[in-house]
Structure formats: C-alpha cells, structure tokens
C-alpha cells in the first residue's frame, strides 16, 4: 500500500517532469469522477465551517501533498502536476462545470477520492470537519 503510493508519487512527478506548458484547464471541463452514492452529495455542513483552516489545507497542509499542487492557487486546475494529468485536476473557477458539483458531492469526493484519477482520498489525514472547511473554502473563493 505504501509502496503503491510512493510509486504514484514519483509517476506523478516525473510527468511533471515532461510536461512543459502550464495554465488553467479547460472550461466547460469534462468530468470523470462519478456522483456521490445516496444523500450525500445534497449534505451541506458549510453553515458552520471554518474557510480560513481550509485555505491553510488547500494551500499547504494536505497530505501527501497540498490540494493547489494540482487543482492550482488560483483554483483553476492549473497547479504544477495538473498539466500532468488525464483527466486534468477540477477547475473550480470554472462555473459552467462546477453547476453540476454540490458542496456534499466535494466532501464525499474530498475524503473517499475519485476512482481512475489522480485525486486520492483523503478521509484518513483529514477529519469531517476540515474536509468541510476546505469544501467551504473553495466554494466561497472560486466557484460562482
Ligand atoms: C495529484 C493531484 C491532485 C491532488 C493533490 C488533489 N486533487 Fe482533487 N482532483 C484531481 C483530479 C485528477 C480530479 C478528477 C477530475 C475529473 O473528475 O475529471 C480531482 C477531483 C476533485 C474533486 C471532484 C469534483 C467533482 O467533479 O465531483 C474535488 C472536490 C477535489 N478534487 C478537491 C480536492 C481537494 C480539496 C484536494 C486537497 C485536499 C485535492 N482535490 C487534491 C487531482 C488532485
């Protein structure tokens, strides 16, 4: 399992290594992580979420790596890896796609990741709470 990770890890990172160009991703983007099983993707817990810790989660304390290395600082999909790859990282900023992702779709997806992406759980390094911080974040900074 660990092994796994670390050789996902050094993948990703020597795609970055080729890739050159960098810039947001596509808008309307397509999507390849599916809709959140049962209610959850119509949960909603941001009322009460704290979007300064989920800024501090997607800027730097993510593990195993921070959240804007592929969906970017801007939200746009255009972090350093993202370039790297297919499907491209969620471009947050981009409304006519994000239409279609609910706060409790993002959660779900946040803490089980999207299975045949890049995008890894993070259910076990982040508590309910701080996944809803960061939904929270997001979605107050980026998506319209
Ligand atoms: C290694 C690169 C990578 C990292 C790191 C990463 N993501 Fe992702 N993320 C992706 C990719 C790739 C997808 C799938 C795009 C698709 O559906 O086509 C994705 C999808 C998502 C979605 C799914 C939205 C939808 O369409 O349903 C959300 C929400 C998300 N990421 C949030 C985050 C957050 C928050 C973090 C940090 C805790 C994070 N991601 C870290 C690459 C990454």
Redesign the pocket.
């Given at each position: 399992m660990k092994k796994a990770l670390i050789l996902s890890?050094m993948v990703?990172f020597s795609l970055f290594a080729v890739s050159s160009a960098f810039g947001a991703a596509k808008c309307p983007?397509?999507?390849?992580?599916?809709?959140?099983p049962g209610g959850i993707a119509k949960k909603d817990m941001t009322a009460k979420a704290d979007a300064a810790n989920?800024e501090a989660?997607?800027m730097k304390k993510?593990?195993?790596?921070?959240?804007?290395?592929?969906?970017g600082a801007k939200g746009d999909?255009g972090?350093k890896?993202?370039k790297a790859?297919?499907?491209?990282?969620?471009n947050?900023a981009c409304a006519a796609?994000?239409k279609?992702?609910s706060a409790g779709?993002?959660?779900?997806?946040?803490k089980n990741g999207?299975k045949g992406?890049?995008?890894?759980a993070?259910g076990k390094t982040?508590k309910d709470e701080g996944?809803w911080d960061?939904?929270k974040?997001?979605r107050s900074t980026w998506v319209k």
């Amino acid at each position: 399992m660990k092994k796994a990770l670390i050789l996902s890890v050094m993948v990703i990172f020597s795609l970055f290594a080729v890739s050159s160009a960098f810039g947001a991703a596509k808008c309307p983007q397509p999507r390849k992580t599916k809709t959140a099983p049962g209610g959850i993707a119509k949960k909603d817990m941001t009322a009460k979420a704290d979007a300064a810790n989920g800024e501090a989660i997607y800027m730097k304390k993510a593990k195993p790596m921070a959240c804007k290395m592929c969906h970017g600082a801007k939200g746009d999909g255009g972090g350093k890896l993202g370039k790297a790859l297919k499907p491209a990282p969620r471009n947050f900023a981009c409304a006519a796609t994000m239409k279609k992702v609910s706060a409790g779709q993002m959660f779900y997806i946040i803490k089980n990741g999207s299975k045949g992406t890049g995008m890894v759980a993070h259910g076990k390094t982040l508590k309910d709470e701080g996944i809803w911080d960061v939904v929270k974040y997001i979605r107050s900074t980026w998506v319209k």
